[in-house]
């Protein structure tokens, strides 16, 4: 780049936004790159502060313009489900199309903000979007990077995005009341107006509830006749601490495929189990902390369940990270 005078720079080209900062009032821009400089525009430059202008030079070969390093950085990381913003100041803006859960590769993430000056800015992996959320911004630190650091770049994200948005498609759920006092009536079911309050968020209605003894028998019929209704998450409330007549995870153990785990590292809410039918149904054991607090360990897995993103033992044992939820 070579730095020209303002009052020498009629007929140049400018080489990035110009943005103009009134505190309180008033952050626009007024000048765009590529706007070609005339006399009437030198004394709202001067008043800007800008008393030097920057131009391109022959020798800035082999390097990338600030606003190509975002368009390259946004076509490493952009995915369907996603749309990119305007250009502005050099940043590209990646934007959600539909609700779902937001996903980041994270490690990739990490090397390709480690390369040098590129930077690719997220919310956090796994929160839960809606359409017209921003999810990320790129862009670079200099107004002109070395091409070679955007060729490391792609080098690692390989071809493959690394930002998803997953659309929750799971739209019906089923709820597995367990507990001889709230099947005798002795008290009422409180698990069943939170969990279809919070499900509600995510467009998911309940099909079929039954509410039954402690019996492990009775408890694994029930989620069968839940899932039989038509059920996409199945749900089991009571039953599922560590006391002796607690029957629930051993009922949610016979009836599942798999189960991914029973505890998680997070609070609270930490005795939750999560388990999966063969034909990729979830099952979700529901702690009593649901009753008591927002947000627990439900809270945090509920959006994966809903956009049928499959959650693994490894996924489990990092939520301990950010666990505590107060």
């Not at 007929?11 to 006399?39: M, N, Q, S, Y």
């Not at 990119?84 to 980041?104: R, T, Y």
């Not at 990739?108 to 999810?135: C, M, Q, W, Y």
């Amino acid at each position: 780049m070579k730095s020209i005078r303002t009052q020498d720079a009629v007929g140049h080209a400018l080489i990035h936004d110009l943005v103009r900062i009134v505190i309180g009032e008033v952050k626009d821009t007024p000048f765009r790159r590529g706007h070609v400089i005339t006399e009437e525009d030198i004394p709202k430059l001067l008043d800007l502060g800008k008393e030097h202008i920057f131009v391109m030079e022959p020798e800035d070969e082999g390097f990338l313009h600030e606003e190509d390093v975002a368009r390259a950085l946004y076509n490493m990381a952009g995915s369907e489900n996603m749309h990119d913003g305007p250009m502005a100041q050099g940043k590209i803006e990646a934007i959600a199309d539909v609700d779902g859960l937001f996903k980041v590769d994270v490690d990739r993430l990490h090397a390709i903000n480690s390369i040098g000056e590129l930077t690719i800015v997220t919310r956090f992996n796994n929160t839960p979007v809606k359409a017209g959320d921003k999810l990320a911004g790129m862009r670079c630190i200099p107004l002109l990077l070395e091409e070679q650091q955007v060729e490391d770049a792609k080098k690692i994200a390989n071809g493959h995005p690394l930002l998803n948005v997953k659309p929750f498609v799971r739209k019906t759920m089923g709820i597995v009341t367990t507990g001889s006092e709230v099947f005798e009536g002795r008290i009422k079911d409180a698990f069943t107006p939170i969990i279809e309050e919070r499900c509600a968020e995510f467009g998911v209605k309940k099909v079929a509830h039954e509410i039954v003894t402690d019996n492990t028998d009775d408890i694994v019929a029930a989620i069968d006749k839940v899932k039989q209704a038509g059920a996409d998450i199945i749900f089991c409330t009571g039953g599922m601490s560590v006391d002796p007549d607690d029957l629930t995870p051993g009922a949610i153990k016979r009836y599942a495929d798999r189960v991914v785990t029973y505890g998680l590292p997070v609070l609270p809410g930490s005795m939750v189990c999560i388990a999966y039918c063969a034909d990729g149904t979830p099952i979700l054991g529901v702690p009593g902390g649901v009753l008591f607090s927002k947000p627990t360990a439900f809270d945090e897995i509920l959006p994966r369940l809903v956009a049928d993103d499959e959650i693994t033992k490894e996924d489990c044992i990092r939520m301990g990270h950010g666990g505590f939820l107060g």
